[in-house]
């Protein structure tokens, strides 16, 4: 069992950056790949970013080059640095613990989500 608990959405100006974390209890954080969702209203919900146990990344090609996924396992953290934001970026981040094969699949361990609305 994880329990995810994600912090830092908020709003923001096109162009802006924020910082999403996504702290961790019960289970071996260390063991788990990680990932970042967001959910637009009235959109499915997609996978932004991946983290593997030994910290390889993969990231969709909307957010390629401005956001950067990282985690501390020591502090059971994972982080998403978002840069130049767009307004299209608004969506409601989750964070999620599961695993790797040939790509990411996740875990039915989900935060509660954090609001991101970049607008002017």
């Known amino acids: 069992q994880v329990q995810l608990v994600e912090s830092g959405g908020g709003l923001v100006q096109p162009g802006g950056s924020l910082s999403l974390s996504c702290a961790a209890s019960g289970s071996i954080f260390s063991s788990y790949a990680m990932g970042w969702y967001r959910q637009a209203p009235g959109k499915v919900r997609e996978l932004v970013a991946t983290?593997?146990?030994?910290?390889?990344?993969n990231y969709a090609d909307s957010v390629k080059g401005r956001f950067t996924i990282s985690r501390d396992n020591a502090k059971r953290t994972v982080y998403l640095h978002l840069n130049s934001l767009k307004p299209e970026d608004t969506a409601v981040y989750y964070c999620?613990?599961?695993?790797?094969?040939?790509?990411?699949?996740?875990?039915?361990?989900w935060g509660q989500g954090t609001q991101v609305t970049v607008s002017s």
């Open positions: 983290i593997t146990s030994g910290g390889r990344t």
């Open positions: 999620n613990a599961g695993f790797y094969r040939d790509s990411y699949y996740p875990y039915n361990y």
